[in-house]
């Protein structure tokens, strides 16, 4: 039984390949804050997707220690990317063992890893009692918050109840009636980001008539509850309750559906898997089971009707699950019908059973659908706003005899009877809001006048009318009139085409006005191509179809108006970029007559008029948005060069230049983490030193290719890196450092070595700074069993401080990384010469891997290395891709090791790698011969197994795409090991 988690793992593993090999780049985000967990302690992930589909789920999973699949979830975030999964309980005998966690998240291509460790410790929840005392501090401070906030008496009596319930309500009721954003700040920082998303979707729904204001209210309300049960200690309920908040978000349109195809193989395996390891559903034990028989004998495909209706019916009764919480009359009818429907689901024996009652679960599904649609009625209805008034006048006798009819009915065939009513009450609402609403948008776009006219007629015969049926006529027009909208304008892809050319015509003239108006335009073009591809609302499609028109319109004025750029008009724009750069030309000459003599200033301002004479060029190629930005960028390194050679100068004996200035910067840095060493060096950093010599020649290597990006990183890591390891450490004494950054505090806590405890014996802390000066220091004591704990204000300026404690004879220490965050802007220059340090330190490093001694005996590649370092202090991009290129052809031809007693070779072209070779065999039999595909990185990525014949050759044919790069294929044969390298452009 042991082994069936881990084949389960593996099976998931195998079932996802798109998501395990992804190369794309990172588009998931979480609140990583993943430390040390305790047995059984409540785990949540909440998090944010960039790019949302409207089909792609997001699949998380957990692996514990020992590779064993602890966790599948299947989630659907919200329209704006936020999620946040089920609460995740770290017990049992398979996600309750010690240890280090991973966590993936996969969503389409994109992919998310993490990991967080539990511990031996075993979590216990607070007790009925503590609760109780925790909520009631927590409603008594939430009174005194509010009271500050509002400069009020505080809204609560200081008698608060003995009733968790009482004091659930109390506080819910003060976040409802006091709500502001100041509010949120006080909520703990691990679930605060899940809240406001939450609460801030919530709102964008009331604000575009999705939801009804009693509905927002209600969903808040749950929100509210989530936060007071995360502050009391109940993590599990409050997760659930935000979770539920969250389905009832993304369930605002339950009706949307894409278009279905036959599912494949390894989607109906996975459906298996998620179906297997849900909780909280109807499904029953023997249910499960067969589910699971299912997937282990393989026969999904058989079973992808049944299973598409089983999850239908799961959906349909989380729904109701949902509503069934509503505080409403109107669903008091489905409330009960539910409830009585729900425990005979979860006693079905099988899923033949269970899909028995789907249409019972449809009709509560559709009569709880027909309700929230009624619920945009109620509202308008309710609603004083002159506007509406005669509207409301003209559906208020329907809507009151609904009103009566739904209160004394007896059973849900009463909501589904009343469907056409509550149809046309939302229709008559509905169009009225698209006419304004197009009306409104076509005026602030300036759209032909004649077609807001006739729009406006519309609306007023909508206002005058004296019948339903009168109204539901005018919406057959108003489509009309939306549909030869449609004919009239040019398709998406056209429209499409016709910017993106505009575009390129306005960036070259750098004609920032109509650049402005085509950027607006694609945004337009682009949401209009996701809407094809979803199921969006009618009044999304009004708008959007508004907008393209104005799209389709504007297209002809702005390309009159790019084609009317004639000499006079380049010529303004050309003659303000030549003569700023005619004014950097003068100053470097004035510049020359005092400062001629100062280090390589001469050098620096010959590169520099070569970069002018760049602009000029870019000018001469008709190219003024480039020539533009040139110029900009040399004016700001005009003024730091020479702001430099004025305040020191001879501080650098090479000269000044933008990137010297940085290195000279980031160096500064590098020294200060050396002085550091030297000045708190102990016995215990020898192991390390090494590791952190290597770090720092990394560093240094990244500043003098002027690779500054990768050096904030490189010098973020080495700070790191002294922090954990150039501690001194004491058998007596064990404490740790945390920061509070609310409150801008520094937490001490730890537990000395005693032998006697009745007294308390003083401790001394004196916090240095990297040069070993003083910057402060704190005298306490501990309790009399050794344990301590203290705070104080902490420093914000960057930097590494070593806090060392001294107890008796005994002195430890901790140090503290503030890290620094670089305020140093990048061109796309400099990020495009980041790319190529990045090959090239690839390049490098792979060379010296498996090219061994001929790597640096080859003069060659001394020689290469160099040209392209150079290239890098010089900022020649072409310079330094040339001789990149040049360096993978040396290390195809010169480093591939070669050997009598066994051959490879490599030969890639069309996405197919052609492996050939032989071995030298004394006897004539068949081996298995193993080889070995190395990317660029170093990375193994193939294992291929082969066969030779009996004379010792092999061949064999690879049909696959390799990423870009160079390639290294090995063979090992008993001692021998040869290889051979290929390039992949």
């Known amino acids: 039984m042991g082994k069936i988690p881990v084949i389960l793992s593996l099976i998931v593993i195998l079932l996802m390949p798109v998501y395990a090999s992804a190369q794309s780049p990172d588009r998931i985000t979480i609140l990583d804050d993943f430390g040390s967990y305790s047995r059984g302690e409540p785990l949540f992930i909440y998090g944010q997707i960039a790019s949302i589909t409207d089909d792609s789920f997001l699949i998380m999973q957990i692996f514990n220690p020992e590779g064993d699949l602890c966790q599948i979830q299947q989630l659907m975030p919200l329209s704006n990317g936020v999620f946040i999964t089920d609460v995740i309980p770290l017990k049992g005998r398979i996600c ?207 079973y992808s009707e049944e299973l598409n209706e089983l999850i239908d019916i799961l959906s349909k009764s989380r729904y109701l699950d949902v509503v069934s919480r509503k505080e409403s009359d109107l669903y008091r009818l489905i409330q009960n019908d539910w409830e009585l429907l729900k425990p005979s689901l979860m006693e079905k024996e099988s899923i033949e059973d269970l ?225 700023r750069a005619k004014s950097l030309e003068n100053l470097v000459e004035l510049s020359l007559t005092k400062n001629r003599f100062l280090p390589n200033y001469i050098q620096f301002t010959e590169k520099f008029n070569e970069k002018i004479d760049d602009v000029r060029d870019l000018v001469i190629k008709n190219d003024l948005d480039q020539a533009d930005t040139l110029v900009r960028e040399l004016f700001g390194e005009w003024t730091d060069v020479s702001q430099a050679y004025a305040n020191d100068p001879l501080g650098s004996d090479v000269g000044y230049t933008a990137d010297e200035i940085k290195r000279i910067e980031f160096r500064k840095k590098l020294n200060t983490f050396s002085n550091m060493v030297s000045t708190f060096y102990n016995s215990e950093f020898s192991a390390y030193v090494d590791e952190y010599d290597q770090m720092m020649t990394d560093a240094n290597e990244l500043i003098d ?49 005693k032998s006697i405890f009745d007294r308390r014996e003083n401790l001394y802390v004196t916090v240095f700074n990297m040069d070993g000066s003083t910057h402060s220091s704190l005298k306490f004591t501990d309790t009399k069993q050794g344990d301590f704990f203290t705070q104080w204000v902490a420093p914000t300026d960057p930097g590494l401080y070593v806090v060392m404690l001294q107890y008796q004879d005994s002195k430890a220490t901790q140090i503290v990384h503030v890290e620094e965050e670089f305020d140093f802007e990048y061109s796309e220059t400099d990020l495009n010469m980041v790319e190529l340090a990045r090959e090239f330190e690839e390049l490098e490093s792979f060379a010296e891997k498996f090219g061994g001694d001929d790597f640096a005996s080859n003069s060659r590649f001394s020689s290469v290395i160099n040209e392209i370092k150079s290239g890098f202090t010089d900022k020649n991009a072409q310079s330094v891709d040339e001789n990149i290129d040049e360096l993978k052809m040396i290390i195809e031809r010169y480093l591939p090791i070669r050997s009598r007693t066994a051959v490879i070779e490599a030969s890639y072209d069309n996405d197919k790698l052609i492996i050939s070779g032989a071995v030298q065999k004394t006897i004539a039999f068949r081996e298995d011969i193993f080889v070995d595909i190395f990317d660029q990185r170093g990375n193994l990525i193939e294992e291929i197994p082969l066969k030779d014949n009996s004379s010792g050759l092999f061949s064999e044919v690879i049909s696959k795409p390799f990423d870009s790069g160079l390639h290294v294929i090995q063979l090992e044969y008993h001692d021998t090991r040869v290889t051979d390298f290929f390039n992949v452009k």
Request: net charge negative.
């Open 96 to 302: 309750g063992l010690s240890g280090e966690y991973e966590i993936k998240l996969f969503y389409g291509d994109y992919s998310k890893s993490t990991t967080f460790t539990v511990s031996s410790s075993v979590f216990s929840e607070p007790n009925n009692e503590e609760k109780l005392s925790l909520a009631q501090n927590l409603v008594k401070d939430q009174g005194l918050l509010i009271g500050t906030l509002f400069d009020i008496p505080s809204p609560i009596s200081n008698q608060t109840s003995n009733d968790l319930s009482d004091l659930e309500t109390t506080y819910v009721d003060l976040w409802s009636e006091f709500f502001v954003n100041d509010l949120i700040l006080e909520v703990d920082p691990l679930i605060r980001s899940a809240i406001s998303s939450s609460l801030d979707s919530v709102q964008k729904l009331f604000d575009d008539d999705k939801i009804s204001f009693e509905l927002t209210k209600s969903i808040d309300r749950t929100i509210y509850s989530a936060i007071f049960y995360y502050h009391i200690g109940d993590k599990t309920k409050a997760i659930d309750l935000l979770t539920d908040a969250f389905v009832d978000i993304r369930n605002v349109n339950p009706e949307k559906a894409t278009n279905q195809r036959t599912p494949t193989f390894d989607e109906l395996e996975e459906t298996l898997l998620n179906l297997m390891t849900k909780s909280d559903t109807v499904m029953s034990k023997p249910v499960k089971n067969e589910v699971g028989f299912i997937f282990a004998r393989g026969t999904a495909p058989i």
């Open 355 to 579: 899909l028995d009652s789907k249409t019972r679960v449809s009709e509560l599904h559709q009569a709880a659908i027909l309700l929230r649609e009624l619920d945009t009625v109620e509202r308008f209805i309710s609603s004083d706003s002159e506007e509406n008034s005669e509207l409301a006048n003209l559906i208020m006798p329907d809507w009151e005899d609904l009103e009566t009819d739904l209160a004394l009915a007896t059973s849900v065939q009463s909501i589904l009877d009343s469907e056409y009513v509550i149809k046309q009450m939302v229709q008559i609402i509905d169009i009225s809001s698209r006419i304004n609403k197009s009306v409104e948008i076509s005026q602030s776009s300036g759209i032909d006048s004649s077609l807001v006219s006739d729009w406006k007629l519309l609306l007023e015969r909508v206002e005058t009318a004296k019948s339903p049926d009168e109204i539901l006529d005018i919406v057959s027009e108003f489509d009309q009139s939306m549909t030869e909208l449609r004919e009239k304008r040019n398709p998406l892809i056209v429209l499409e085409f016709q910017y993106k050319a505009m575009k390129e015509k306005a960036e070259l003239h750098a004609d920032y006005e109509n650049l402005f108006l085509i950027d607006n335009a694609l945004k337009i073009l682009d949401t209009a191509k996701q809407m094809e591809s979803g199921n969006p609302s009618i009044t999304r499609i009004d708008r959007i179809e508004v907008l393209l028109t104005w799209v389709s319109e504007k297209a002809p004025q702005i390309k009159s108006d790019l084609d009317s750029y004639d000499k006079d008009a380049f010529k303004v724009r050309a003659s303000d970029i030549l003569q």
């Open 705 to 753: 290719i002027a690779n500054f990006v990768d050096a904030e990183s490189k010098i973020s890591e080495i700070g790191d890196y002294l922090s954990e390891y150039l501690v001194l450490k004491s058998p007596k004494i064990i404490y740790d450092i945390s920061f509070d950054a609310e409150k801008d505090i520094w937490i001490l806590k730890g537990a000395t070595e």
